[in-house]
């Protein structure tokens, strides 16, 4: 098959795919809803979208027949009992002396989803959760050990767990201010090893198929924290390892962009300020090299825009030890284009990704060449090979 | 038998819904949605969360008052009435 990439939108599906030598786009689904996630499942080609309607809660949708028909699937939903810690908001009364209140989990967003092996789906919400599917979807199940992690509070399932929380909310939620897992990381190779990253916590990982979690933050630092090397509180923005090689992992986060030759035992900050390579949302890494990886960066966290009203990829092959700026092809004069976290996407030398200014652009050539498919779409906030 | 009208949006996500007239027989809101669920599996999830609680974003009517009990819909419906699902959110 021709090279595609699935495209969620604002307010619909879309599907981006090379007919001879042009790329076509054309509204696959949903038209009308907001598609916070869309993948391929490489074992099944089914298509997938994590859908938020605004008034009828999120929902997760599949296609089985290349996007013309799509169905719900069974849907994500916390079980009883589940409840977790979060700072009160201003008129909300905390108890004890943390002063945390204990939340009822109700689905607020499903923010991503990953595949693992043939059957195996994951999805990540807001808040906070979790949840997999061993039978492509016919059910899902919140992982408890990664919702009792001691880090956000124990287990409040059975009890009350030890009282406080080191898992704080991102603007992302949709509705209460919760913490969210927009990164799964899944080892190919081994898929009993997963990786999450949650806005705002860190990275975890689980090397048994998530039965058991450890924080992965070592050499993380951040600079809106009293203490810039605390274990936890670390916005990470979004981390990819490489398929080829996983234990070169990518994170492109609130405080810079940092990179784990050991399998996330520890990581090093790879900013490279003169070259605007420092804050962003997206970071792609290469599927073979794992010393390559390729960001959208913008200016600082305060503004949150293109660097100078110019839009370029950065890519780095050796490490993050040095940044090229990729601008072929991209506008360079009043160009405000934002990319967010999941809207870079790379496979073999296609490069491509789309932003809130609904401009998609695609490469060929590893970045080197940019074209532009469209530039009236919606918001765009996730685009994905497969 | 109380008669349900629902905003078309939820017509088009369940299609088996457009068929008139939606007459069901249930003392409350709360049952009333439970025998939705059971004529129309999934909708349950769309108009109210894990918890039960009617979505913030979602309005029932009844007899042209909107529901007290969000949480649980125990709001009583008689036997003739008219139950009206609404949605309600502002932007573009």
New interface residues.
């Given amino acids: 098959m021709e090279k595609r990439c699935i495209i969620g939108t604002r307010k619909g599906t879309f599907l981006c795919q090379k007919v001879g030598s042009e790329y076509r786009l054309k509204l696959c689904g949903h038209a009308g809803v907001s598609v916070n996630y869309a993948a391929v499942d490489p074992n099944t080609g089914s298509l997938w979208a994590a859908l938020g309607f605004g008034h009828w809660g999120a929902k997760l949708s599949r296609s089985d027949d290349g996007g013309v028909t799509w169905n719900d699937t069974a849907q994500v939903k916390y079980p009883e009992g589940a409840r977790y810690l979060a700072s009160p908001d201003p008129g909300e009364e905390g108890e004890g002396e943390e002063r945390f209140v204990a939340r009822r989990a109700t689905l607020l967003k499903l923010w991503v989803i990953a595949f693992g092996a043939p059957g195996q789906v994951h999805i990540g919400t807001i808040p906070g959760g979790l949840f997999s599917s061993q039978d492509n979807g016919a059910s899902f199940e919140l992982n408890r050990p990664l919702w009792n992690h001691e880090s956000r509070g124990g287990d409040l399932f059975t009890g009350d767990g030890n009282g406080k929380t080191h898992w704080f909310g991102t603007p992302a939620s949709e509705g209460e201010f919760a913490p969210g897992i927009h990164s799964i990381d899944i080892n190919a190779k081994a898929p009993g090893q997963i990786r999450v990253a949650i806005s705002t916590a860190g990275v975890l990982e689980s090397q048994d198929g998530g039965a058991t979690w450890r924080g992965r933050n070592l050499g993380m630092t951040n600079d809106y924290l009293p203490n810039p090397e605390a274990e936890w509180g670390h916005d990470a923005h979004f981390i990819q390892s490489c398929p080829a090689d996983p234990n070169h992992v990518w994170q492109q986060n609130h405080c810079g962009v940092f990179y784990s030759s050991d399998g996330c035992q520890s990581w090093t900050k790879v900013s490279q300020l003169e070259q605007g390579v420092h804050f962003g949302f997206p970071i792609a890494a290469d599927d073979q090299d794992g010393r390559t990886a390729w960001v959208v960066p913008g200016i600082s966290d305060q503004k949150r825009m293109t660097i100078d009203g110019g839009l370029f990829v950065a890519r780095t092959e050796d490490g993050g030890q040095t940044w090229q700026q990729l601008r072929r092809g991209l506008p360079q004069e009043s160009a405000h284009d934002v990319v967010y976290r999941h809207a870079l996407s790379v496979s073999e030398n296609a490069v491509a990704f789309g932003s809130t200014t609904g401009n998609l652009y695609l490469s060929e050539d590893r970045g080197e060449t940019f074209q532009t498919i469209a530039n009236n779409l919606p918001p765009i906030y996730s685009v994905r090979w497969g | 038998m109380a008669r349900v009208e629902m905003t078309a949006?939820?017509k088009t996500?369940f299609p088996a819904l457009a068929q008139e007239p939606l007459v069901i027989d249930a003392d409350t809101v709360a049952s009333l949605v439970q025998i939705l669920e059971q004529r129309t599996p999934?909708i349950a999830?769309?108009?109210c969360?894990?918890?039960g609680?009617l979505?913030?974003?979602?309005n029932i009517f009844v007899d042209g008052e909107m529901i007290i009990d969000r949480p649980k819909l125990s709001d009583r419906l008689k036997r003739e009435s008219v139950v009206f699902v609404a949605?309600?959110?502002t932007?573009g």
Wanted: aromatic fraction near 10%; hydrophobic fraction near 40%.
């Fill in positions: 949006h939820l996500l999934g999830f769309y108009l969360d894990e918890l609680r979505r913030r974003h979602v949605q309600a959110l932007g």
